[in-house]
């Protein structure tokens, strides 16, 4: 079911996500985690659904918080917050509150969002779109566990992330880098099958892609082994090459979700490697909560660094 | 510093399918990257039995899911051997009808090709020296095109008779062997014997050919996601492990309850019973995790003693007629359909003496659990299909309420729903909202589809993944098969020789002398 709230405060809120639970006749519920999606009115449908399908896999209270924009300075000065809330089927396992906040509010979502959290539920902030360069400092962001930002939806990819290198706190992880899992994976699965030194390593990509660069890090960091950057016309990463003292390993992904694995010796064989849809990004984000350590060390770069 | 002090203890625990005698270590995994799963390593997967309806329903589907969440190395092959006429396409046909049919997760055209590359099928009869002679072959040729480095897994799907023939078979032409540096598996299901003499035995055909660390038996109970589930809620939870004693548990009742009837399975059924196909694996399982102690560790050797040590102090009643009880399902309604008594199904002697239900009182000698009754029942045709563990609580020494107050106050009690349904209820009092006291029962509950809606996997994904891992957790080993029936021995002998199974209607919960055998303790069972 679905309650409409305008000009209301967060205790309404409240009040109406009780109400509609006691109406739809499951007082109790097991939702895991509070999810908060900060996003603007354009990207807000999209994401929505997107973690609704997640919720598939992790029940969770989705907090959306809309900042919008007024027209003329009158409305500007005017604070207003409305809400929708949703529970029941109309938002997947979980529970939905949308949040549209103007004015004043906008600059003071935390104080909308902080009594709306679930009691002693880890909290995820997601900014589809227009992540803050620092996440953790944002206040919205320091209510949260975790931090998703994505470096897909950037202008200038490669810049953010040396944003995101500077600013990274425990917690901060980007669906740049969950893209790769699959990619990490297999390459896992190739060494454990080749079993030797490598000595080069190329990462093949589409011109400025994030998950691309992230992956080359990655690599350095653990082959301890220059990393080659090679642009082609995509989509996304392409393929990775991986040198031996007896030939290459080679993961090729033209288009498509088949690649072709090549491993010394061997003949060629079909591996599936899907680009994945973001709902099943988030859900795999939401499948572990504490801090991403490998994520730091792939996007400095350099073990070194690390600990200074 | 806890930090760093973690980094430095993770990478210990890290799962690489490390191969002895080799110090290789892949610099792609570490402890700390948990988002890599744990895929198994190379390796390849010999059905026996393969058009059976278990391969079907069950490990083939498996296989697939497994490949479908990236769980299985790049090169997994799967091998079928069976007596059909088949080329290798064929196989991949019913494979794919199986997989179409049967699997948890959506079908994906892409997985379905990395997994068909890797298909092959030997024909032939367990005796045929050339079938193994190819299956040989054909192995060592997955090992150069597939890159499944003689790393193989032997799952025998089959009727026990048959075992002691496919392993000779396979020792005999060199399969049981593994070269140098891989791993040579052999799955196996149950029954694992009839008693312990037969057990005894077909432990020996079987440990004669492969390692007895190297046997993996199925119990598909253990692959369950709430039986696993039974050692973190114990150990992992400061809340519970002070009350799991005898100064607060009443007793313990395990059930294993189905709807459906023996089905075609008269041949199998009929001599063997219900004590002997549920009670002796799966709820003397289920009862070893319930009632072990911590063991040192999550690993199989830390478990095994555990387990072990339960199962060797549980003691059997003196008066085995006044606290067992079996019976044979009579004809009746059950859920709004007519159906047939045990005794008038197909394929069974009018006078057999099978049990279809049966309820046994074990006690188990040492100071955590001495004077507490585990209850353990099972039985076919039942009022509906569940199993569960209830846990049932003492009442409080002491009510500061009178007695009309708690008149309808129960015994608290947590309940483990192992299937369907699966999760956990705890059952307490609580006052009636209203001017006058009064207590009446309540349930807190926690439904695995709730928390975790859709990540549970089937049983036989977990299991099937753990024998390419080598991860022993879950699997009853051979000590573990012989001092169970060790347990069930007796009370089959003194079943034989003393009177016939009591009767009861189709889709009643078991027969009125099991509800006399806890009257006579002053208790009575749970409806499930």
């Known amino acids: 079911m679905k309650i409409d709230l305008t000009d209301t405060t967060a205790s309404k809120i409240n009040k109406a996500l009780v109400q509609g639970r006691r109406a739809i006749g499951t007082p109790a519920v097991g939702m895991v985690l509070t999810m908060v999606i900060v996003t603007d009115e354009e990207n807000a449908y999209d994401s929505v659904k997107a973690a609704e399908d997640a919720s598939r896999e992790h029940p969770s209270r989705t907090l959306v918080v809309i900042k919008r924009h007024a027209r003329t300075p009158r409305d500007r000065t005017r604070s207003r917050l409305d809400a929708e809330v949703r529970v029941g089927s109309e938002a997947g396992t979980g529970e939905t509150v949308i949040l549209r906040t103007f004015g004043e509010v906008s600059e003071h979502a935390d104080s909308v969002v902080l009594p709306l959290l679930l009691p002693d539920a880890p909290v995820v902030v997601w900014w589809p779109v227009d992540a803050p360069e620092n996440p953790a400092k944002d206040p919205l962001g320091a209510l949260a566990q975790r931090r998703i930002t994505d470096m897909y939806a950037v202008e200038h990819p490669l810049d953010t992330l040396e944003t995101r290198v500077r600013s990274y706190a425990p917690g901060d992880t980007d669906l740049a880098w969950t893209r790769l899992t699959p990619w990490r994976s297999m390459l896992a699965a190739a060494l454990d099958q080749a079993r030797t030194k490598i000595i080069s390593a190329a990462v093949e990509s589409e011109a400025e892609n994030p998950s691309a660069e992230l992956l080359a890090r990655w690599l350095e960091v653990r082959l301890r082994v220059p990393v080659q950057r090679v642009v082609t016309p995509g989509p996304v990463v392409t393929a990775v090459r991986l040198g031996t003292d007896n030939g290459e390993i080679l993961i090729d992904r033209p288009e498509g979700p088949l690649a072709t694995l090549t491993l010394p010796g061997q003949p060629p064989r079909t591996l599936a490697l899907k680009v994945r849809a973001t709902s099943e990004l988030i859900a795999e984000e939401l499948r572990r909560l504490d801090a991403d350590e490998m994520y730091a060390i792939a996007l400095r770069g350099d073990g070194i660094k690390e600990n200074s | ?528």
Not at chain 2, 35 to 60: C, E, H, N, Q, Y
Not at chain 2, 94 to 100: L, N, P
Not at chain 2, 356 to 381: M, Q, S
């Open chain 2, 1 to 528: 510093m806890s930090t760093t002090s973690d980094q430095e203890s993770a990478p210990a625990k890290v799962r690489v399918p490390v191969i002895p005698g080799t110090a290789w270590t892949n610099p792609l995994r570490d402890a700390r990257d948990r988002r890599l799963p744990r895929v198994a390593g190379p390796s390849g997967l010999v059905i026996f039995g393969v058009t059976g309806d278990l391969s079907r329903k069950k490990l083939m589907p498996a296989v697939y899911d497994l490949a479908n969440r990236g769980l299985l190395p790049p090169g997994f092959s799967l091998v079928g051997f069976a007596r059909r006429d088949w080329e290798d396409q064929d196989f991949a046909q019913e494979v794919h009808d199986a997989v179409r049919e049967h699997a948890r997760t959506p079908f994906r055209e892409e997985v379905w090709q990395q997994l068909a590359e890797g298909m092959r099928f030997i024909p032939g009869d367990f005796d045929d020296d050339t079938a193994f002679k190819q299956l040989r072959e054909a192995v060592e040729e997955l090992d150069s095109s597939r890159g499944t480095g003689g790393n193989f897994a032997f799952y025998l799907s089959v009727p026990p008779k048959f075992f002691p023939k496919v392993v000779r078979q396979l020792k005999k032409h060199g399969l049981a062997n593994a070269p140098e540096g891989s791993w040579r598996r052999a799955v196996i299901e149950k029954p694992f014997g009839h008693d312990l003499a037969s057990a005894r035995e077909l432990n020996a055909v079987v440990h004669d050919v492969f390692d007895p660390d190297q046997v993996f038996r199925i119990d598909h109970y253990l692959g369950k996601e709430t039986v696993q589930n039974i050692l973190a809620l114990r150990f992992a939870n400061q809340m519970y492990e002070p009350i799991w004693n005898r100064s607060y548990v009443d007793h313990v009742q395990i059930t294993m309850a189905e709807d459906i009837g023996i089905g075609g399975r008269a041949g199998y059924y009929d001599g063997i019973g219900a004590a002997r196909d549920v009670i002796q694996n799966h709820l003397l399982q289920l009862m070893a995790l319930t009632a072990m102690e911590e063991p040192i560790a999550f690993d199989a050797e830390a478990l095994l003693t555990e387990k072990l040590k339960v199962l060797k102090s549980v003691r059997l009643p003196e008066d085995l007629g006044g606290h067992t009880v079996r019976g044979q399902y009579a004809g009746g309604w059950q859920g709004g359909e007519k159906v047939i008594g045990y005794l008038q199904e197909d394929g069974i002697d009018p006078r057999s003496k099978t049990d279809t239900y049966a309820a046994v009182k074990l006690e188990i000698d040492n100071r955590r659990w001495a004077g507490v009754p585990f209850y353990l029942r099972t039985g076919k045709r039942l009022g509906r299909r569940v199993t569960e563990i209830a846990v049932v609580f003492q009442r409080a020494p002491h009510s500061p309420f009178d007695s009309t107050a708690t008149e309808e106050l129960g015994q608290n009690a947590i309940v483990i729903r192992v299937q369907p349904d699966e999760g956990m209820t705890v059952r307490f009092g609580s006052k009636v909202p209203g001017t006058s006291m009064e207590i009446r029962d309540v349930t807190m509950d926690f439904a695995y589809g709730e928390s975790f809606t859709e990540s549970s996997p089937e049983a036989y994904e977990r299991l099937i993944l753990d024998v390419l891992l080598g991860d022993a957790n879950l699997f009853p080993r051979h000590q573990e098969v012989e001092e169970s029936w060790k347990i069930l021995d007796p009370i089959e002998e003194y079943w034989a020789t003393h009177g016939r199974p009591a009767q009861y209607a189709s889709g009643s919960w078991g027969p009125e002398e099991a509800d006399e055998m806890l009257a006579r303790d002053g208790r009575s069972w749970r409806r499930p």
